[in-house]
C-alpha cells in the first residue's frame, strides 16, 4: 500500500488533469453515443429525427471508422505543433459539432456535424495517451493506465446515465450536456494543462505524415500482424453490436416494465434512478452495465486471465462474448437481455485488454508505438462492418417499422406512409386499430411471432465463433513454431 501511495504521489498535476480530461470526454462520447441509434431512428413527435435504420447504418458506422483512422495522421500534428494547442482545437471542434448536432434534422447536414465531431476525437485522443505516457515513468506507469483506464470506464458510465435522465426531459438536453462537457475539457486545458516535456518535431508536415504512412506499411508487412489485425475485426463487429443494433433492438421490442417494478420492489428510489416516469427501464440504462461491471469487475477478471495465454484468453472472452449478444438478442425478457449483457461484459474484459497485451508482445523493439497504432484499424473496420449489418440488415430482418409496413401489406390494411407529419407511433396506432382495436403490445408480439426479428442473433454468434476459429487457426497453423508469447 506504501508503494502505491509513493507512486501516486510521483503523478504530477499535467497527469490528473488529463485523467479528468479523459472522464469529461468519454462522459460527453458515450452521453450521446448509448442514445444515439435511438435518437436518429426513433419516432419524431419523441423529438427525434425518424430516420431509416439503413440511413443509421450509413452515419454511425463509417464515421465512427473515419473516427480511429484519423489519429495516425493527428497523432503527426500534435507533434508538430504542441499538445496543449491540439488540445484546444480539439475540445472546441467538439463542443461546437455536439451543440450543432442537436440543432439539424437533415441527413447530410447531420452526417456532416458528425464527421467533424470525428475529427475532434481524432486530434484528442493520441494527445491523451501521449500526455499519460510522458506524466509517467517505469514505476508508476501501470498504476497511471489502470488509472487512466478506470476513468475512461467512468466516462462511459456516467454519460449513458445522464443522457438516459436528459432524454427523459428533452433530447435537446443530452446535445447541451456533451457540449458541456466539451467545454469544461476547453477550460481545464487552457487554464490548468501543461504541455509536457517531448521532442519537439522539426521535420516537415507533409515529410512527416509520408514517413508514417511509411512506418504503417512497413508494420502491415508482417504477416503474422495481418492476419491477425484482419481476424480481430469479427471481434469488433460483433462487440459494437450492443451500441449500434441492441438499443433499437430493445426499445422496439423488449417491455422493460417486469424489470422496473422488479426493482421497485427492492427499492423505489434505485427503480427511481435507474428508471422513467413511464415504470420502464431505458435501453441505455440497460446496456450501462456493460461500463458498469468493468468499473467494478476488470481487476478481478484480469486476475482470473492472468495465468492464461493472451491468445487463448482473447478465444475464450470472445465466445462469452458471443454467449452474451446470442442470450441479449434471443428474447424479450429483460431479465435474459440484462444477464446476456453482464456476461457479454465478462467476455470484454477478458479479451479485450489481452488483445492490447498480445500486440505489445509480438511487436518488434522500438516498434511497440506502431504496432500498437495499427491495432486501431481491426477496431475502425469493425465499426464501418457494425453500422452496414445495424443498418441494411437490422432493417430487413429485426426492425419493428419495417416488419410492420410488411405485415400491414400482407393483410391488405390501408396505412398512411410515415412521414415527419404522420409518425412512427401514428402508423403502429393505426395498424393497431385496423386490427381489431388490438393493443400495442399484442401487436408487438404478433410481429415477433410472425417474423422472428430476435434471429439476427445467429449472425452476430456466427461472427464470433468464426473468429474464434480462425484465431485457433491462427495459432495452431501460423504461431506454432514463431509465437513469442508461451
Known sequence: MSKLKDAVKQFPKTFWIANTMELFERWAWYGLFAVLAIYLTGSTETGALGFSQSEKGYIMGPITAILYLLPTITGTLADKFGYKKTLIVAYTI??????????VTGFFA?????????VGAALFKPVISATIAKTTNK???SIG????YMMVNVGG???PAVAAKMRAISWDYVFYVSTAAAILN???VMFFYKEPDRKKSDEPLAEAIANSMRNIVEGLSDIKLVVLLFLIIGFWTMFNQIFYTLPNFIEQWVDTSSLYNALYNISPVLADFFGNDKGHI?????????????VLFQVIVSAIVMRFRPLNAMMGGIFVCAIGVGL????????????????????EMSSSPKFTEYIGGIAPKGKEGLYMGLSYLPVAAGNLIAGIISGAVYEDLGDKVTLAKRMAAENGLNIPKVTKEFTQTDYYNEMAKQMGNITQQDLTIQLWEAYNPQQIWMIFVAIGLVTIIGLFAYDRLLLQKHETIK
Open 157 to 159: 458510465f456516467v454519460g
Open 139 to 141: 514505476d508508476n506507469s
Open 186 to 188: 476547453l477550460i481545464l
Open 94 to 103: 467538439m463542443a461546437i459539432s455536439y451543440f450543432l448536432l442537436g440543432q
Open 282 to 294: 431505458p435501453q441505455e440504462m440497460m446496456i450501462n452495465v456493460d461500463a458498469g461491471s468493468i
Open 328 to 347: 441479449a438478442f434471443y428474447t424479450m425478457n429483460p431479465f435474459y437481455v440484462l444477464a446476456g449483457i453482464f456476461i457479454f461484459s465478462l467476455g
Open 110 to 118: 447531420f452526417w456532416g456535424f458528425f464527421l467533424l465531431l470525428a
Open 145 to 148: 493506465f489502470g488509472l487512466f
